[in-house]
């Protein structure tokens, strides 16, 4: 039972490239999330997915895309990617997006943007 | 506007020590509050999670309490231990319909020997 697995755990582009960051989880939970965490800031969420089939904008969906490929699987897309998407990107996923429910994260990924 | 503030930015403990974290939010309407632990290069842990109407919540070492009425948290540590050493993260839910989540920035936790 691995929990919520991220790929890549680095990378660097350049200004421009295009990239997509991967996650998935066997938890067989309904909703999944993507954030990013800057320094001396608090997570901020991107893109979620409250079920398979939906997708919504989070706080800072600018520059992204995201795609729920099953149950299991909910990528993110950088097209164009710029310096200011430097951060770690986190993934996470839960039973169900409200209530008390806990969310599950991923290890992150790393991205810098040059 | 919806905040969540945490206090100190940063604390150096000496082992076996108990100490105090500190959350304030300005949420509403509010949903439920959490606190998370993130070991360096890790993602967030779940450590308690408190709705309205529950004043504590304990796991092992670690007891959360909430004050609704003045929109106030703190996560208790009691005989810190060197894997303490993280930073803590609260966590406030509103209750509203798009998934809308505030975090803190942390508290960043040194604990030493």
């Known amino acids: 039972n691995a929990g919520v697995t991220q790929t890549p755990k680095f990378q660097v582009l350049k200004t421009g490239q295009s990239m997509t960051l991967q996650c998935a989880q066997d938890?067989?939970?309904?909703?999944m999330y993507w954030y990013r965490q800057d320094p001396g800031m608090g997570l901020r969420l991107i893109y979620y997915s409250a079920s398979e089939g939906t997708t919504d904008k989070g706080e800072v969906p600018n520059g992204y895309n995201v795609s729920r490929l099953n149950k299991r699987e909910f990528s993110l897309r950088l097209e164009s990617a710029a310096p200011s998407q430097t951060s770690v990107y986190f993934c996470a996923s839960s039973e169900v997006g409200q209530g008390p429910y806990e969310q599950y994260f991923g290890p992150g990924t790393r991205l810098t943007v040059t | 506007k919806n905040q969540v503030e945490q206090s100190p930015q940063s604390l150096i403990i000496l082992e076996g020590k108990n100490c105090t974290l500190q959350c304030n939010y300005t949420v509403s309407p509010f949903s439920n509050l959490r606190w998370y632990k993130q070991d360096t290069g890790r993602g967030p842990v779940s450590l308690t999670i408190m709705t309205f109407s529950e004043n504590t919540k304990s796991n092992g070492r670690y007891t959360a309490t909430l004050d609704a009425d003045t929109k106030q948290s703190s996560l208790h540590i009691t005989a810190s231990q060197l894997s303490d050493s993280a930073s803590y993260i609260c966590?406030?839910?509103?209750?509203?319909?798009?998934?809308?989540?505030?975090f803190g920035a942390g508290t960043r936790l040194f604990v030493k020997a």
């Open positions: 938890m067989n939970h309904n909703s």
């Open positions: 966590v406030v839910r509103l209750n509203t319909g798009g998934f809308k989540t505030i």
